[in-house]
C-alpha cells in the first residue's frame, strides 16, 4: 500500500496524533505549574531518608531545605508557593506565615 491509497479518515488521525502527542508532552513535561496557596494549613510534617515534605491542605509538598521544615509548625496557617512538572513532585518555592508582612530573612 502506497502512502498516497491512505484512506481520508487515516490522514485525519494520523494529522490528530501529530498534534494532540506533541502538545500532551509539552503541557506534561515541558511546562512548569505553580500554585499559590494564601492560607494553607499544615497538618503535619515529616522526611524521609534526607527529603523533608509537610502535607499542606491535604496535599504532600516536598521542602529542599531541612532548616525551612524545622522552622515549620504543624497546625499552623502559611502562604505557600509550590511547583511542580511532569512526574516531579510539588516543591516549595517560597513559604511565610500567612497574614505575615514581613518578608523571611529581612532586617533593619
Request: negative net charge; charged residues 30%; proline residues 4%.
Amino acid at each position: 500500500m502506497k502512502l498516497k491509497e491512505l484512506h481520508p479518515v487515516t490522514w485525519v488521525i494520523i494529522a490528530l496524533i501529530l498534534i494532540f502527542v506533541p502538545s500532551w508532552l509539552y503541557m506534561n513535561y515541558g511546562l512548569i505549574h505553580e500554585e499559590h496557596v494564601k492560607e494553607a494549613t499544615v497538618s503535619e510534617k515529616y522526611h524521609e531518608k534526607d527529603e523533608y515534605y509537610i502535607v499542606a491542605d491535604g496535599k504532600d509538598i516536598k521542602l529542599s531545605d531541612s532548616s525551612q521544615w524545622m522552622l515549620i509548625e504543624p497546625e499552623e496557617k502559611y502562604e505557600i508557593t509550590y511547583e511542580w512538572y511532569g512526574q516531579k513532585e510539588p516543591e516549595v518555592v517560597s513559604i511565610n506565615q500567612a497574614h505575615d508582612d514581613d518578608s523571611t530573612g529581612g532586617g533593619h
